[in-house]
């Protein structure tokens, strides 16, 4: 009967699969930036393990939106802290839908209360799950990006580099991939559009990240010129999480000979015109830099002046 029941679920994905489109809901500016708001207030409650004022907040953010799967995800573990079962299993099971990760949902230091009682949802419970996302977005796309990001990740396995002796061609290995995808991602998005929440989801966005965090930022400036704009577009649409743009922007400005970084996301560089940092942050979606600093337990670099 179980292997039956499996069977009928997998035969459920390979008939939605081929029915699977990009979402048409896309979000309008003042409903993205009440959702950053309500969200950065969450994560600060967080940072001082105010959980049910955290969970106030993020169920504000949700009724702006909810395809935001790390966000859900850790009101998810907020209302695990507060042992408030139905929340746990109800924001777990949002999650799962808008593209969380499957390695999350067995790990004690993530939701130990909802393992302690045995409800953890089932193996079965995750593929419909699973389904409800896949049929949100374009697989076709998904799994073009799931395709590069597994080639990404095939060079940077350690049992494989530990196997070849000379570090040159280690290098060389990586380097040829990372270009490799690079071409492949252009060709990609000239044929299905830039990738975003819209048409790849949350799982999609976070492989789009990976290779660019890989490749684009090993690349000449006029690749970066390239993607850029695409990426910025994305931010202020809704479809790009501000965070994710300035982690690659500050990136590609430090790889690039930059010794200064310009939002301020990586703690071991210097931040360019520090004092009006803020209103750069300010104009992606971001949180002062004091905020995140404080979630991260950071202090807060010489010259800084809140705006």
């Given at each position: 009967?179980?292997?039956?029941?499996?069977?009928?679920?997998?035969?459920?994905?390979?008939?939605?699969?081929?029915?699977?489109?990009?979402?048409?809901?896309?979000?309008?500016?003042?409903?993205?930036?009440?959702?950053?708001?309500?969200?950065?207030?969450?994560?600060?409650?967080?940072?001082?393990?105010?959980?049910?004022?955290?969970?106030?907040?993020?169920?504000?953010?949700?009724?702006?939106?909810?395809?935001?799967?790390?966000?859900?995800?850790?009101?998810?573990?907020?209302?695990?802290?507060?042992?408030?079962?139905?929340?746990?299993?109800?924001?777990?099971?949002?999650?799962?839908?808008?593209?969380?990760?499957?390695?999350?949902?067995?790990?004690?230091?993530?939701?130990?209360?909802?393992?302690?009682?045995?409800?953890?949802?089932?193996?079965?419970?995750?593929?419909?799950?699973?389904?409800?996302?896949?049929?949100?977005?374009?697989?076709?796309?998904?799994?073009?990006?799931?395709?590069?990001?597994?080639?990404?990740?095939?060079?940077?396995?350690?049992?494989?580099r530990a196997q070849i002796a000379d570090p040159?061609?280690?290098?060389?290995?990586?380097?040829?991939?990372?270009?490799?995808?690079?071409?492949?991602?252009?060709?990609?998005?000239?044929?299905?559009?830039?990738?975003?929440?819209?048409?790849?989801?949350?799982?999609?966005?976070?492989?789009?990240?990976?290779?660019?965090?890989?490749?684009?930022?090993?690349?000449?400036?006029?690749?970066?010129?390239?993607?850029?704009?695409?990426?910025?577009?994305?931010?202020?649409?809704?479809?790009?999480?501000?965070?994710?743009?300035?982690?690659?922007?500050?990136?590609?400005?430090?790889?690039?000979?930059?010794?200064?970084?310009?939002?301020?996301?990586?703690?071991?560089?210097?931040?360019?015109?520090?004092?009006?940092?803020?209103?750069?942050?300010?104009?992606?979606?971001?949180?002062?830099?004091?905020?995140?600093?404080?979630?991260?337990?950071?202090?807060?670099?010489?010259?800084?002046?809140?705006?």
């Amino acid at each position: 009967m179980i292997k039956l029941k499996f069977l009928f679920l997998f035969f459920c994905i390979f008939i939605f699969f081929p029915l699977a489109r990009a979402s048409d809901k896309k979000i309008n500016a003042m409903d993205q930036q009440q959702y950053l708001m309500h969200v950065h207030k969450a994560r600060l409650n967080l940072a001082d393990t105010l959980y049910q004022k955290a969970c106030d907040e993020y169920e504000i953010a949700f009724s702006y939106r909810k395809d935001y799967a790390e966000d859900l995800f850790d009101c998810t573990k907020a209302y695990d802290k507060l042992n408030n079962t139905e929340k746990t299993i109800k924001y777990l099971k949002l999650s799962i839908e808008a593209g969380c990760g499957w390695w999350n949902y067995n790990n004690d230091q993530y939701l130990p209360n909802l393992k302690r009682l045995n409800k953890l949802p089932t193996a079965s419970d995750l593929l419909l799950y699973r389904i409800t996302y896949y049929q949100n977005i374009n697989i076709d796309y998904l799994l073009e990006l799931e395709k590069l990001l597994a080639r990404d990740q095939i060079v940077r396995d350690q049992n494989l580099r530990a196997q070849i002796a000379d570090p040159n061609i280690k290098s060389s290995l990586i380097r040829i991939v990372d270009s490799a995808n690079m071409v492949a991602l252009r060709s990609l998005i000239e044929k299905y559009g830039f990738p975003e929440f819209s048409n790849v989801g949350h799982q999609g966005e976070s492989d789009v990240l990976a290779l660019l965090l890989h490749g684009l930022l090993k690349e000449d400036s006029l690749s970066w010129a390239y993607f850029q704009p695409k990426l910025l577009n994305a931010v202020k649409n809704g479809q790009l999480m501000p965070e994710h743009y300035a982690l690659l922007y500050d990136r590609a400005i430090s790889d690039n000979g930059r010794e200064k970084q310009y939002y301020g996301v990586m703690p071991t560089l210097p931040i360019d015109d520090i004092e009006n940092v803020d209103i750069r942050r300010k104009e992606i979606g971001l949180m002062p830099l004091e905020d995140e600093l404080k979630i991260y337990h950071l202090p807060v670099p010489d010259g800084y002046i809140r705006k």
